[in-house]
């Protein structure tokens, strides 16, 4: 029973999401007594890096239809991957292009699929699969019964340690169908220090700062910390912010170790996209907000008096 393990690589490099795939593939693979191997497609650099997480192999495919992502394509030559190499379990990130691939496969593959795992498949009695359930409140479990099993990882639940090997990288010979999308335009998004996905420390807010030109006291307090700036989905919508900033259920999932949250309320929708944060700050001047509730520190005061004087906190102690 291998494990296969897809591993992103947006304009040829790895995210922090690829070598957390590899590494719940590896150790699912240990659970279940086989190998776990990774799937690269198109140019990578250092592809053999993936070896380090648990890889024992890296097989690559090229062909020049993987320059642009197109679920369809990546769907067919990841699937055709699966059957050649004889794998039984397929795991891919639970990203934006994870989530788009998971449901294609379970069908090509006649699989069953979970989205979102949390924690490594319990194989004692089967192969159950642990998520998040309820916008984060409670946790299910499921079992998959059929003979192919395609499982997309949640960001940031599986521990990463580079200390395995670098791996062999092979060649893999397998179709590749032709692209039906034609690709009319890119813009690159510009955002902040680092992807959401990927944060360590975000700093957020709501409608509480009441429109977009006082977005400045947060980015002024991001940037002391060298923070990433993210905002919540009724911020998104009126056109605040960029939607890639939505932290929250429908927005981006993350798990940075400090999130600070300014004038959010705390609905249910955001809490589930932000709870996994090790440490949660939030600062509302409403004393029944429901996100104290979830923080594991309060500040009840105006953000614009708070956040000001946070960043300037920040700055005379790195000066220090």
Not at 256 to 268: K, M, Q, T, V
Request: net charge neutral.
């Amino acid at each position: 029973m291998m494990v296969l393990v897809y591993a992103e690589s947006p304009n040829g490099q790895f995210k922090k999401a690829a070598f957390e795939a590899v590494a719940y593939g590896h150790l699912t693979a240990l659970a279940l007594g086989t190998s776990c191997v990774a799937l690269v497609l198109g140019d990578t650099a250092d592809a053999g890096q993936l070896g380090l997480y648990g890889a024992s192999t890296v097989y690559q495919v090229q062909n020049d239809h993987f320059s642009d992502f197109d679920s369809q394509v990546y769907t067919a030559v990841i699937a055709s991957a699966a059957q050649k190499l004889g794998a039984q379990v397929v795991v891919v990130s639970h990203t934006s292009t994870g989530k788009s691939l998971l449901g294609r496969l379970a069908v090509k593959l006649h699989a069953g699929s979970v989205a979102g795992a949390k924690a490594v498949p319990d194989t004692a009695n089967g192969f159950v699969v642990e998520k998040g359930v309820f916008s984060g409140k409670a946790t299910a479990q499921y079992a998959i019964q059929s003979a192919v099993k395609v499982v997309s990882v949640m960001g940031n639940s599986i521990p990463i340690k580079a200390d395995g090997h670098i791996a062999s990288v092979q060649s893999l010979d397998v179709a590749v169908p032709p692209s039906r999308v034609k690709v009319l335009e890119r813009k690159t998004v510009s955002g902040g220090k680092a992807p959401l996905p990927e944060a360590e420390l975000v700093v957020s807010a709501g409608r509480g700062l009441k429109g977009p030109e006082n977005w400045g006291i947060v980015e002024e307090l991001a940037d002391a910390l060298g923070a990433t700036t993210a905002c919540s989905r009724p911020v998104a919508d009126i056109g605040w912010r960029p939607h890639h900033e939505h932290v929250g259920q429908t927005g981006v999932a993350i798990r940075p170790n400090l999130y600070i949250a300014a004038g959010i309320s705390g609905a249910i929708q955001h809490l589930a996209g932000v709870n996994s944060s090790k440490v949660i700050v939030v600062i509302n001047k409403d004393p029944e907000a429901p996100f104290f509730k979830a923080a594991d520190y309060g500040v009840v005061g105006d953000a614009f008096e708070v956040l000001p004087r946070l960043a300037e906190a920040v700055k005379r102690f790195k000066n220090s």
